[in-house]
């Protein structure tokens, strides 16, 4: 038997899909009001998010991992963990790829 993650299955991608606009809007103004001053205090998340060109990109990854994590029941400083892990491997694999392609 095989385990799929809960955005695998139908009723997560159709979640997906509806959440993606409206999320990576709010994404894209965050990172936005941060880099100009707003928001008090820089959260920490600014940082990962800002390395990410495509906030629908970063919103999926951000969701696809709540959703997952939700549905597994862990804990929210486990499932901020595993966002960040997402976030950070997309990043890394966007960098290693950008290196292969400019031939180093």
């Known amino acids: 038997m095989t385990t799929k993650d809960e955005t695998d299955l139908p009723p997560g991608r159709h979640l997906i899909k509806q959440v993606i606009p409206p999320v990576a809007a709010a ?3 965050f990172v936005e009001r941060v880099a100009n ?3 008090g205090r820089k959260p920490t998340a600014v940082r990962l ?3 990410i060109d495509d906030a629908e990109v970063a919103t999926y990854l951000v969701v696809r991992t709540v959703v997952n994590a939700v549905a597994q029941g862990l804990p929210i400083h486990k499932g901020a963990n595993e966002i960040s ?12 790829t950008a290196a292969i392609q400019a031939g180093r």
């Not at 892990?85 to 290693?96: S, W």
């Open 27 to 29: 994404i894209e103004e």
């Open 37 to 39: 001053g707003g928001a």
């Open 49 to 51: 998010l800002a390395q």
């Open 85 to 96: 892990d997402a976030l950070v491997h997309h990043i890394e694999m966007t960098q290693f």
